[in-house]
């Protein structure tokens, strides 16, 4: 049979080098020709942001940030960039706020140019989310790609070894998901792959030394392709139930990512062999599970959504809640049962299962 497919490669600028943010930055906002700039940085971060855009024409630095973007907050930045007269959007930060600064883009279409300061890929996506009445909505739309992203990894060296690793199997589950999500192609399966090799020696380099920088480019640039895969294949099973979870119950975004992904690859590898034995190819192991559990292990990941303040008598709502958002194409067939015995193993942190898929 022939290959047939279609694919869509979304277009945005790179910038990517250890100790130039400030140079790349100074440089695009010239190419882009800004003149009232709004800064996005939540307080952790606001150091590292009045650094990197020290030469830039800010006009407001906004710190309001919060996880999952509450309307209220997206609102209140809107309102903002209005009234500042803001021509151009920079974001210093981890996913919240560059999901705070999407969220700004989407209704006032001014662009936006990202400043990752760890490993989540969302700046390669044309994906915002919002949170309403503890319901998380997703959509998409191309007015919030970050029309830039400058990637230093100088400015991850202060971001923990826990959070480096929650962050990266963020990366990595986007790299999952992307292999049988509902537009996965040979094109974004290629560069989930990488993506996934890239961001497991990075995370390993980190753990044993979390200063170096090497490390820490392997895991940024692997998590730039987790992003370019997931904008390509879309939004599969994996971040389906994460979006839920973070937006129903509050749970930080990374973590979760971090915990629910080996069940998730476990329930979905038997009906999908040729994404599982690439998979575990890329993990360097006999099947994808064991892969993903090595590498966990090797990383003291996070283990249990209970950890995380989740409580188990949610856990039924939430299988009802995830249930409408299964996506109709997932590998295999997924009800109630499915999703209640997994998030009950995610919540207790049970070991995933490993078969012999690979």
Not at 105 to 124: D, F, I, K, M, W
Not at 126 to 146: F, I, Q
Not at 224 to 246: D, R, T
Not at 248 to 258: D, E, G, K, S, V
Request: charged share 20%; aromatic share 4%; hydrophobic share 45%.
């Amino acid at each position: 049979m022939s290959l047939t497919f279609e694919n869509i490669t979304l277009g945005q600028r790179v910038l990517f080098g250890y100790g130039r943010a400030a140079q790349h930055l100074s440089t695009e906002i010239d190419r882009l020709r800004a003149r009232r700039v709004m800064v996005i940085a939540a307080p952790p971060e606001a150091g590292i942001a009045d650094r990197v855009t020290a030469d830039l024409p800010v006009v407001l630095r906004h710190s309001d940030v919060r996880p999952h973007v509450p309307v209220e907050q997206a609102e209140a930045a809107r309102a903002a960039a209005a009234e500042c007269g803001a021509d151009l959007l920079v974001c210093v930060g981890g996913g919240s706020t560059t999901g705070l600064a999407k969220a700004v883009a989407l209704t006032t279409r001014l662009p936006v140019v990202a400043v990752p300061t760890t490993y989540a890929g969302s700046e390669a996506t044309n994906v915002w989310g919002l949170t309403e009445a503890s319901r998380k909505t997703t959509g998409v739309d191309d007015a919030v790609l970050p029309v830039t992203v400058v990637y230093d990894s100088e400015l991850t060296l202060s971001l923990p070894v826990g959070l480096s690793v929650a962050s990266g199997l963020n990366a990595v589950a986007h790299c999952v998901d992307s292999m049988w999500a509902p537009r996965a192609n040979p094109i974004n399966q290629a560069f989930a792959m990488e993506g996934l090799r890239a961001v497991a020696d990075g995370l390993r380099r980190i753990v044993r030394e979390p200063d170096a920088a090497d490390g820490r480019d392997a895991t940024l640039y692997g998590c730039y392709l987790s992003g370019v895969a997931f904008a390509s294949a879309g939004s599969g099973l994996h971040h389906k139930i994460c979006h839920v979870l973070g937006g129903a119950y509050n749970l930080p975004h990374a973590q979760t990512h971090a915990t629910v992904l080996p069940y998730v690859l476990e329930l979905n590898a038997p009906g999908a062999p040729g994404a599982a034995h690439r998979i575990a190819g890329a993990l360097g192991s006999a099947t994808p599970v064991a892969g993903l559990n090595a590498l966990r292990k090797e990383l003291d990941a996070p283990r249990a959504l209970a950890d995380h303040g989740m409580r188990r008598e949610d856990i039924p709502e939430a299988a009802r809640l995830i249930l409408s958002y299964v996506p109709p194409d997932n590998p295999v067939q997924v009800g109630v049962d499915e999703l209640t015995d997994l998030l009950t193993r995610a919540w207790s942190g049970e070991p995933a299962r490993d078969g012999d898929t690979a």
